[in-house]
């Protein structure tokens, strides 16, 4: 007689909004969750697996899953502690992991019956042996940084791609980043070390999508320059289109940039972080060179990519003025902004110097999306910095920036070829515009 498969139900909780409500979308633009998927693909294959975003199907706590676990991040761990409660005064079993639970064990320990610390390759299939034999511990410590090589392709089937306006599948080719800088959690997490994925498996993954369009979940894509090169080649094989996260020095070396276009790159999203070098240099984020900008950008500009380029306001050299020489900036380089409230992580050296400083206001996780203020800034009031933010972010957005930005690039004869950048990133622009407009939680 077969034995009945024992179910498994990951969940990606959602998060609060900064106007207090639980956030739910119908679609979002881009799936680019890739923890379950990974954390299915773990799972021995007689688990009945299933996974479900909060975010578009707010969960039914009546779903079948005779073990829950849920990857938690800071944002949105109020809701993955309310859902657990509720979980488990149903009397069933429940396990986190995530960035959130590596920085905040005892806090997350309060809601689950297990929670597991770092990375979950050489624990998960422990956990749920301990499971099924009714010995859960209460932590699992993940021994260090886990070997990449010859790891199962993610589990993407399981994610319902009607829930997403854009099909992308996350992929990674490295983890950790060799950098350092005082607000990112990446370095402390993975101790430090950047890890390479074997090339041939990273192709392996993507050729197991079946899709052209892929979104890397590296951190910093052209770490490791031979890695990223012989994989640019690869791809190029492969006729495929990406978008991916690296540093502005791939723009001083053309020879991998041209490689990475020619191996599908189209959209390139950077770290600009901050136009003023003080600003920079007070959280050490040391690989930025403000005058390079205009010209990095420039070579990316002029071999079509579109640039996202990630900015933070709410640094102590940040004054009125910077708000409007960072809209000029962004307008006179027609980049894809991505606009971010300070907020020190928990885990992070910026939490420890804020919180050492007496500024922490908030511990309230809810609010630590990046579009609220959780500290008390330097030169303006909490309220001051979340005028300034939305009113950049709204004036950025506009219809008419958006237009600006995004119709010079899209091929109207050939809509197929820019549909995975310009249209979708008009897709995404319109809504971050429209959630700025009327400061309302945003979720692309
Ligand atoms: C892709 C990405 C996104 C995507 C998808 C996020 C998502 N929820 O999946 C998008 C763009 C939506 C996003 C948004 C945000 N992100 Co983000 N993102 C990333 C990025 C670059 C890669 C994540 C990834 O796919 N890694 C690969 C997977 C396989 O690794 P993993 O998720 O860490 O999972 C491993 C372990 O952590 C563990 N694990 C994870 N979950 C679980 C659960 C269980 C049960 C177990 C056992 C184990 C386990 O096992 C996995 C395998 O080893 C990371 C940086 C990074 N290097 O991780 C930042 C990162 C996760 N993001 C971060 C932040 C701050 C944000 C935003 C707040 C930014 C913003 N202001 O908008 C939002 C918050 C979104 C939200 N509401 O959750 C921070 C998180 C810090 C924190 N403590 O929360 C990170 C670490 C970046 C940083 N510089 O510090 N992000
Ligand atoms: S370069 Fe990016 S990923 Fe690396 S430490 Fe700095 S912010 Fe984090």
């Given at each position: 007689?077969?034995?009945?498969?024992?179910?498994?139900?990951?969940?990606?909780?959602?998060?609060?909004?900064?106007?207090?409500?639980?956030?739910?979308?119908?679609?979002?633009?881009?799936?680019?969750?890739?923890?379950?998927?990974?954390?299915?693909?773990?799972?021995?294959?007689?688990?009945?697996?299933?996974?479900?975003?909060?975010?578009?199907?707010?969960?039914?706590?009546?779903?079948?899953?005779?073990?829950?676990?849920?990857?938690?991040?800071t944002?949105?761990?109020?809701?993955?502690?309310?859902l657990?409660?509720?979980?488990?005064?149903?009397?069933?079993?429940?396990?986190?992991?995530?960035?959130?639970?590596?920085?905040?064990?005892?806090?997350?320990?309060?809601?689950a019956?297990?929670?597991?610390?770092?990375?979950?390759?050489?624990?998960?299939?422990?956990?749920?042996?301990?499971?099924?034999?009714?010995?859960?511990?209460?932590?699992?410590?993940?021994?260090?940084?886990?070997?990449?090589?010859?790891?199962?392709?993610?589990?993407?089937?399981?994610?319902?791609?009607?829930?997403?306006?854009?099909?992308?599948?996350?992929?990674?080719?490295?983890?950790?980043?060799?950098?350092?800088?005082?607000y990112?959690?990446?370095?402390?997490?993975?101790?430090g070390?950047?890890?390479?994925?074997?090339?041939?498996?990273?192709?392996?993954?993507?050729?197991?999508?079946?899709?052209?369009?892929?979104?890397?979940?590296?951190?910093n894509?052209?770490?490791?320059?031979?890695?990223?090169?012989?994989?640019?080649?690869?791809?190029?094989?492969?006729?495929?289109?990406?978008?991916?996260?690296?540093?502005?020095?791939?723009?001083?070396?053309?020879?991998?940039?041209?490689?990475?276009?020619?191996?599908?790159?189209?959209?390139?999203?950077?770290?600009?972080?901050?136009?003023?070098?003080?600003?920079?240099?007070?959280?050490?984020?040391?690989?930025?060179?403000?005058?390079?900008?205009?010209?990095?950008?420039?070579?990316?500009?002029?071999?079509?990519?579109?640039?996202?380029?990630?900015?933070?306001?709410?640094?102590?050299?940040?004054?009125?003025?910077?708000?409007?020489?960072?809209?000029?900036?962004l307008?006179?380089?027609?980049?894809?902004?991505?606009?971010?409230?300070?907020?020190?992580?928990?885990?992070?050296?910026?939490?420890?110097?804020?919180?050492?400083?007496?500024?922490?206001?908030?511990?309230?996780?809810?609010?630590?999306?990046?579009?609220?203020?959780?500290?008390?800034?330097?030169?303006?009031?909490p309220?001051?910095?979340?005028d300034?933010?939305?009113?950049?972010?709204?004036?950025?957005?506009?219809?008419?920036?958006?237009?600006?930005?995004?119709?010079?690039?899209?091929?109207?004869?050939?809509?197929?070829?820019?549909?995975?950048?310009?249209?979708?990133?008009?897709?995404?622009?319109?809504?971050?515009?429209?959630?700025?407009?009327?400061?309302?939680?945003?979720?692309?």
């Amino acid at each position: 007689m077969l034995t009945p498969k024992k179910s498994l139900l990951l969940v990606l909780p959602t998060h609060y909004g900064t106007d207090g409500k639980l956030l739910t979308v119908k679609k979002a633009s881009l799936n680019l969750n890739l923890s379950l998927p990974t954390l299915a693909s773990l799972t021995p294959p007689d688990w009945e697996v299933r996974i479900v975003h909060d975010y578009m199907h707010p969960v039914d706590l009546e779903t079948p899953g005779d073990l829950v676990a849920m990857t938690v991040l800071t944002a949105p761990s109020s809701r993955a502690y309310e859902l657990a409660d509720q979980f488990r005064a149903r009397g069933r079993k429940v396990v986190f992991g995530g960035f959130h639970v590596w920085a905040r064990p005892d806090e997350a320990a309060q809601h689950a019956d297990a929670i597991v610390i770092g990375e979950a390759e050489d624990l998960w299939p422990a956990v749920l042996d301990d499971f099924l034999a009714g010995r859960l511990k209460d932590r699992y410590v993940s021994a260090g940084p886990v070997s990449l090589a010859g790891r199962p392709a993610p589990r993407y089937e399981l994610v319902d791609k009607r829930d997403y306006k854009v099909e992308v599948y996350p992929i990674e080719s490295s983890r950790g980043c060799p950098y350092n800088c005082d607000y990112c959690a990446v370095t402390a997490f993975h101790g430090g070390r950047h890890r390479l994925r074997p090339v041939g498996d990273v192709l392996r993954n993507i050729r197991a999508t079946g899709s052209r369009y892929i979104a890397f979940a590296d951190d910093n894509l052209c770490a490791d320059r031979d890695h990223a090169l012989e994989m640019f080649r690869e791809l190029a094989k492969l006729d495929i289109r990406f978008m991916a996260q690296s540093t502005m020095y791939i723009a001083d070396d053309p020879e991998l940039l041209d490689a990475a276009i020619k191996g599908g790159l189209r959209m390139l999203w950077v770290g600009v972080e901050s136009i003023q070098p003080e600003a920079l240099d007070e959280v050490h984020r040391r690989i930025n060179q403000v005058e390079e900008f205009g010209r990095r950008i420039e070579e990316f500009n002029k071999r079509g990519l579109l640039v996202g380029t990630n900015l933070i306001f709410g640094f102590d050299h940040n004054t009125r003025e910077t708000f409007d020489a960072t809209y000029d900036f962004l307008m006179s380089h027609k980049v894809f902004p991505f606009l971010y409230i300070l907020t020190p992580v928990p885990g992070t050296r910026l939490w420890d110097r804020i919180k050492g400083e007496g500024r922490l206001l908030s511990e309230d996780w809810r609010q630590y999306t990046g579009y609220d203020v959780v500290f008390q800034p330097k030169n303006f009031s909490p309220d001051e910095l979340r005028d300034l933010y939305f009113k950049t972010v709204a004036r950025l957005f506009s219809v008419r920036n958006n237009l600006r930005r995004h119709a010079p690039r899209i091929q109207w004869h050939n809509l197929k070829e820019t549909f995975f950048t310009q249209v979708a990133g008009f897709a995404v622009a319109t809504q971050v515009g429209y959630a700025a407009r009327h400061r309302i939680p945003e979720y692309w």
